[in-house]
Nanobody, 123 residues
Framework: QVRLEESGGGSVQAGGSLRVSCEASGYSYNSYCMAWFRQTPGKVREGVAS???????AHYADSVKGRFTISRDEKNTLYLQMDSLKPEDTATYYCALTRLCYGVPKAADFTFWGQGTQVTVSS
């Protein structure tokens, strides 16, 4: 069974940086897509960034381009480096996995999810 576990969330002041991580295990395919989503109470879950393991090609939502960087290491851990954080970045951040992805990730395309990690940016 696929398991995804996020970590690294916390509180930071506006303009600061934070890195969240997602450890993945149990997936049997060599190539797959992993992504970060975020959600605040009362709002729909939105795609933040995605990366395909076969090509390492990444896609970002317009709201985070130039500030966030998605990456994956050889140990199958997914990362999201968040710089120049803004209060509107405050959300629960989720990692997700699916076989294939196209462009900015859509929640409906992903089949495996972590439980999320809270990121709070204060002004």
């Amino acid at each position: 069974q696929v398991r995804l576990e996020e970590s690294g969330g916390g509180s930071v002041q506006a303009g600061g940086s934070l890195r969240v991580s997602c450890e993945a295990s149990g997936y049997s395919y060599n190539s797959y897509c992993m992504a970060w989503f975020r959600q605040t109470p009362g709002k729909v879950r939105e795609g933040v960034a995605s990366i395909y393991t076969g090509t390492r090609f990444a896609h970002y939502a317009d709201s985070v381009k130039g500030r966030f960087t998605i990456s994956r290491d050889e140990k199958n851990t997914l990362y999201l480096q968040m710089d120049s954080l803004k209060p509107e970045d405050t959300a629960t951040y989720y990692c997700a996995l699916t076989r294939l992805c196209y462009g900015v990730p859509k929640a409906a395309d992903f089949t495996f999810w972590g439980q999320g990690t809270q990121v709070t940016v204060s002004s």
